[in-house]
């Protein structure tokens, strides 16, 4: 198994980075945790490009974080 390089590091660190600002999530522990396994498989099956690894894990997290609909960005 080898690491991944700094710039592929770099890349899904930037993603979940944006998700959590977004979805603000900031001091959400398990929120986060989950987030980055979720952008690791994303990234695993070979999602590279930004926009795309960045659209599937929103969806992602809609399913995952927020299935019950409660995401709180969504200002009511």
Known sequence: MSLPSKEDARLCASVIREIVEQRQLRG??????TLTIMVAKLFNKGIRERQVLLAEAHRAA???LFGDGTDPAVEL
């Open 28 to 33: 959400n522990h398990q929120a986060i945790a």
């Open 62 to 64: 809609d399913a995952e």
